[in-house]
């Protein structure tokens, strides 16, 4: 009669055993990685709403405080939609509009002959003017006495508007 060891039947695995283990190891690697996955995307899903939502609160703020300092109606420039030109109490001129190629807010300091980029993804700046009853202003820079500001940035994970209205100092 052959005797078997307790000792050799106890040193290893079945083969039950390790595709058992296998397979409930690669179950667990699987929702590990789908957990990690979705915790990148809503990181950088989160990053770009952040950078987009502080590109434009920065460039809105900028264009309402420069816009508040026109030194009267006459160095207001109306003319082009969706560009303002003015001339402040420094005697600069500056023209802020939206480049549709670039799809940026820009800026320029030297009457429109350079210009710097204030936020990017920006699918719309729509600029209103209202008299002092509130009411839409005509095209003339004369009857302008509030300046409201609409911009919109899209991207493919935001789509923020953003809207200022104010009154320029020396209206």
Known sequence: MIRRSTASRLAGFTLIEVVI??????????IGATLMSRGFLSY????EIARDDAQGRLALERMARELRTVRSTADLN?????QITI?????????????????????????G?????????????TISYLQNDGTTATAVAANVYYITVLLTIVTSNVNLSYRSTFKPAAF
């Not at 950088?44 to 990053?47: D, L, T």
């Open 21 to 30: 283990t296998l397979i409930i190891m690669g179950v667990l690697a699987t």
């Open 44 to 47: 950088f899903v989160g990053r």
């Open 78 to 82: 109306i003319g082009v939609a969706n």
């Open 87 to 111: 001339t402040d109490f420094d005697q600069n001129v500056i023209v802020y509009r939206r480049n549709a190629g670039t799809s940026q807010l820009e800026r320029s300091q030297d009457g």
């Open 113 to 125: 002959a350079t210009f710097q980029p204030l936020a990017d993804n920006v699918s719309t700046l």
